[in-house]
T-cell receptor, first 116, second 112 residues
Framework: GAVVSQHPSRVICKSGTSVKIECRSL??????MFWYRQFPKQSLMLMAT?????????EQGVEKDKFLINHASLTLSTLTVTSAHPEDSSFYIC????????????FGPGTRLLVL | GESVGLHLPTLSVQEGDNSIINCAYS??????FIWYKQESGKGPQFIID?????DKRQGQRVTVLLNKTVKHLSLQIAATQPGDSAVYFC???????????FGTGTSLTVIP
């Protein structure tokens, strides 16, 4: 149980285009999902907390207009990287919690984004 | 976010030996901690967690120790196996929030 999937697993795009990444909880409902970014040989950096039916909460320094998050249902959150640039190339990972507070987060397999 | 750091960025151990991975956290208000294992190109995998009302918790081949006095966390892996080779992260949380902040990670290599 508690499986989280991401789509696509890898994406290559041209600079200036937008890319959408999906995060789905397959066998449970997640009121809260989280988006992380991870550069090579570095740790996971929390970007934002995605709450179903409400606006996402962004961490300090993360541009909300650059990284659009939509959590339209209890099983789906999307992250759109708008006007992507090479420096946005990274590994994007989502996670989902079973409960609203302090519960183990289950992580997706990640999406590798390469912006040319 | 809170700062969570690790003392050792890399660790190499012989197969069959025990491994100890350390983590220092900066926020004394943190009350819930998780250790994750991440293999190359994959998402983190839950290993074990511990709440601040405990100082030790054991799982299968793994033990987590929490020292709140010095804000230190450790993960002990018994009889380390090649399949344990990965990067290990500790993550901290402050109740009632549900955000977790990750440490810098330790890369564990098991030598056959």
């Amino acid at each position: 149980g508690a499986v989280v999937s991401q789509h696509p697993s890898r994406v290559i795009c041209k600079s200036g285009t937008s890319v959408k990444i999906e995060c789905r909880s397959l066998d449970f409902q997640a009121t809260t999902m989280f988006w992380y970014r991870q550069f090579p040989k570095q740790s996971l950096m929390l970007m934002a907390t995605s709450n179903e039916g409400s606006k996402a909460t962004y961490e300090q320094g993360v541009e909300k207009d650059k990284f659009l998050i939509n959590h339209a249902s209890l099983t789906l959150s999307t992250l759109t990287v708008t006007s992507a640039h090479p420096e946005d190339s990274s590994f994007y990972i989502c996670s989902a919690s079973l409960l609203a507070a302090q519960e183990t987060q289950y992580f997706g397999p990640g999406t590798r984004l390469l912006v040319l | 976010g809170e700062s969570v750091g690790l003392h050792l960025p890399t660790l190499s151990v012989q197969e069959g030996d025990n491994s100890i991975i350390n983590c220092a956290y900066s926020n004394s208000a943190s009350d819930y901690f998780i250790w994750y294992k991440q293999e190359s190109g994959k998402g983190p995998q839950f290993i074990i967690d511990i709440r601040s009302n405990m100082d030790k918790r054991q799982g299968q081949r793994v033990t987590v120790l929490l020292n709140k006095t010095v804000k230190h966390l450790s993960l002990q892996i018994a009889a380390t196996q090649p399949g344990d080779s990965a990067v290990y992260f500790c993550a901290e949380n402050i109740t009632p929030g549900n955000q977790f902040y990750f440490g810098t990670g330790t890369s564990l290599t098991v030598i056959p």
